[in-house]
C-alpha cells in the first residue's frame, strides 16, 4: 500500500461526457501527479502540482483539467469525453519536488 | 519519439536465478532514473533508483547499473523469486530542465519460475 488513495477504482460513461477522478497524495506529501496509460502509449505524464500550484505540464489535452486543493488532494476533470479517452489514470505523490513517486491504484476509464 | 526503450516486453528466469532487465535512453538530459514494478490491477511501486552521478545502486535484492556512455541501464535482480513475477518499468526525469516528470518505458513482463 503505497499510501496514495484514487477514487473511484472503474468508471464507465458516455461519450461526451465530463468525469472527475479524485486523489489524496501520501500524508505529508506536497506534489501531486498525474498519468495516462493506454493500451497503446504506455505510461504517460500528464500534469504536476506543487503545494496547490501547476508545476509542469505534459501531453494534457485541452479538455482535461486539474486542480490540488489546500488540504492537498488533487482532481482530474476529463470532459466532452471521447472513446480514445478510455485509460487507466493514476495518480503519484513525492514528498518534495524531485523526489521518488509513489503511485495511487488507479482508476480505470471506459467510454463507452 | 521514445525516449526511454525497453526492448524486451517479456523475460523467464528460474527462481533463485539472476533476473537482469534492460533499458535504454536517448535523451542526455536524463538525470535521474528509476525502476518501478507493477502487478495487474495496482499501480507501479517504486523499487529503486539512481542518479546520473552514480554508476550503481543497490537496495537489497535489487541493483540498479547505470551507464552514461552508453545510455543504457539495468536491474538485477538477485536470487529472483515468484513472487517477482510483475512488469517492470524504467523511468526517467531530467531534473535539471523538465523536473521530475518522468518518462517510462514500454515495461518488461518478468516470470520467475519455481
Known amino acids: 500500500d503505497s499510501g496514495v488513495t484514487q477514487t473511484p477504482k472503474h468508471l464507465i460513461t458516455a461519450t461526451g461526457q465530463r468525469v472527475t477522478l479524485r486523489c489524496s497524495p501520501r500524508s505529508g506529501d506536497l506534489s501531486v501527479y498525474w498519468y495516462q496509460q493506454s493500451l497503446d502509449q504506455g505510461l504517460q505524464f500528464l500534469i504536476q502540482?506543487?503545494?496547490?500550484?501547476?508545476?509542469a505540464k505534459g501531453n494534457i489535452l485541452e479538455r482535461f483539467s486539474a486542480q490540488q486543493f489546500p488540504d492537498l488532494h488533487s482532481e482530474l476533470n476529463l470532459s466532452s469525453l471521447e472513446l480514445g479517452d478510455s485509460a487507466l489514470y493514476f495518480c503519484a505523490s513525492s514528498s518534495w519536488d524531485l523526489g521518488e513517486q509513489y503511485f495511487g491504484p488507479g482508476t480505470r476509464l471506459t467510454v463507452t | 519519439d521514445q525516449q526511454v526503450k525497453q526492448n524486451s516486453p517479456s523475460l523467464s528466469v528460474q527462481e533463485g536465478r539472476i533476473s537482469i532487465l534492460n533499458c535504454d535512453y536517448t535523451?542526455?538530459?536524463?538525470?535521474?532514473f528509476l525502476w518501478y514494478k507493477k502487478y495487474p490491477a495496482e499501480g507501479p511501486t517504486f523499487l529503486i533508483s539512481?542518479?546520473?552521478?552514480?554508476d550503481k545502486n543497490e537496495d537489497g535484492r535489487f541493483t540498479v547499473f547505470l551507464n552514461k556512455s552508453a545510455k543504457h541501464l539495468s536491474l538485477h535482480i538477485v536470487p529472483s523469486q515468484p513472487g517477482d513475477s510483475a512488469v517492470y518499468f524504467c523511468a526517467a526525469s531530467a531534473r535539471e530542465t523538465s523536473g521530475s516528470r518522468l518518462t517510462f518505458g514500454e515495461g518488461t513482463q518478468l516470470t520467475v519460475n519455481p
Open positions: 535523451n542526455s538530459m536524463f538525470d535521474y
Open positions: 502540482y506543487y503545494n496547490g500550484e501547476e508545476r
Open positions: 539512481i542518479s546520473s552521478i552514480k
